[in-house]
């Protein structure tokens, strides 16, 4: 990684604000998923070990800029505290004089979490005097939050700007691993690609097409490549302002674009209705592709098994409902499977490889969806590009 390290800070005595991604799943006051909670200990660890008082801060969901209790971030403090083991200071604000005195007060044992951070409309409009504010509390500031460093917000770019700043461990990790698909990835490298919409992968398409030897599709996205081909889609979910660029892509793509063989269907999204297994030149009028048939998951499969390299982002069906499960299921098994070096990244990947419990079998899983798709893309992400580089980078 050419970004400067945490481990090139001197933070032994000061306060170092931390960028962490804690925004996980909250129900009935309990953290349910504590992932990205996890991912982000190594570098409060360090910190702590180096003698550092970590500051750390992060949103929760989407407050919109205003004080809403339901997006509270004390169901995390708690939780934190819990996995740490170490205190945890839990401040009701962010910023300003008031958060100023509380941690003049603070006996410097364990860390301080602030406050969500888009409880302030500052937050993601990147205003400078919000994140002045944010400055006024520390003399470091880390980035150990991937999945939020394709937003340019005060707590992602502004404090950057501001206080002398560095790559936590995550962020690190997160970069090296994608470099390496990137990079010079050991081939066959194979990319999967699913999820509903074609105009969220268009770019990054484009992109593997440069480095992968095969990209396969599944998930909704398929029906728009199906319908520029001239097949039929019934009432699959379908964007038609993209149908021409869809078209582009496959004459440019070539063998390298693979597309699903057959479809499960079924007449409505829904758990119990009945469905069946076509081809997908025989769509039925009226009937709408739900997942990747049997079939696909065998073509895929062999893709798989051969590769070297794996980078898969987006599920092949509506894997939330155990009836349209059997495509994800099936490629996710055979990436966990597989010996190469894989790379998982995307919110319903991850989230589909932990309903099936094959975390420990995946060779990495990023925390960022959004952030891994534009990485990837080649767009430079507005909280990595404003970090330094380490000397003579």
Not at 36 to 58: H, V
Not at 158 to 169: C, D, I, K, S
Request: hydrophobic letters at 40%; one cysteine or more.
């Amino acid at each position: 990684m050419k970004k400067r390290s945490v481990r090139e800070l001197d933070a032994r005595g000061k306060r170092v604000l931390v960028r962490v991604d804690f925004n996980v799943p909250v129900r009935k006051g309990e953290v349910t998923d504590d992932t990205r909670i996890r991912r982000a200990l190594p570098t409060i660890q360090y910190l702590l070990e180096q003698g550092a008082r970590p500051i750390l801060i992060s949103h929760l969901g989407r407050p919109k800029g205003e004080r809403d209790p339901r997006y509270s971030m004390d169901p995390v403090a708690k939780k934190l505290e819990e996995l740490l083991g170490a205190p945890v200071e839990k401040l009701d604000i962010a910023a300003g004089p008031e958060a100023e005195e509380a941690l003049d007060d603070w006996n410097g044992e364990g860390v301080v979490l602030l406050e969500n951070s888009r409880f302030y409309a500052g937050e993601t409009k990147n205003d400078p005097d919000f994140s002045e504010q944010l400055c006024n509390l520390a003399d470091l500031y880390v980035n150990d939050a991937f999945g939020a460093a394709h937003r340019a917000h005060a707590t992602t770019v502004g404090v950057a700007e501001m206080l002398p700043a560095a790559a936590g461990f995550l962020m690190e990790e997160e970069l090296d691993n994608l470099d390496k698909i990137l990079g010079a990835p050991e081939r066959p490298f194979v990319a999967i690609l699913g999820g509903a919409k074609v105009s969220d992968k268009i770019g990054v398409i484009h992109s593997l097409l440069e480095v992968a030897d095969s990209i396969l599709i599944g998930g909704a996205m398929c029906f728009t490549f199906f319908k520029a081909r001239g097949y039929e889609t019934g009432d699959s979910l379908l964007e038609e302002d993209y149908l021409e660029e869809a078209g582009r892509l496959l004459d440019e793509a070539g063998e390298k674009l693979v597309l699903p063989v057959d479809m499960v269907v079924a007449e409505r999204m829904e758990e119990y209705t009945p469905s069946e297994v076509v081809k997908v030149e025989e769509m039925p009028a009226g009937m709408m592709g739900l997942d990747v048939g049997p079939e696909t998951v065998e073509k895929f499969r062999g893709y798989i098994v051969g590769a070297k390299t794996i980078f898969w982002n987006g599920p092949m069906g509506v894997f939330e409902m155990d009836a349209f499960a059997k495509g994800t299921e099936g490629v996710a098994r055979a990436v966990a499977r597989s010996e190469a070096i894989s790379i998982v990244g995307g919110g319903d990947s991850v989230a589909a490889v932990g309903k099936l419990g094959l975390e420990k079998e995946m060779g990495f899983i990023s925390t960022g969806g959004g952030a891994s798709l534009e990485y990837v893309e080649g767009k430079d992400l507005p909280g990595i590009a404003v970090l330094p580089n380490k000397e003579g980078s």
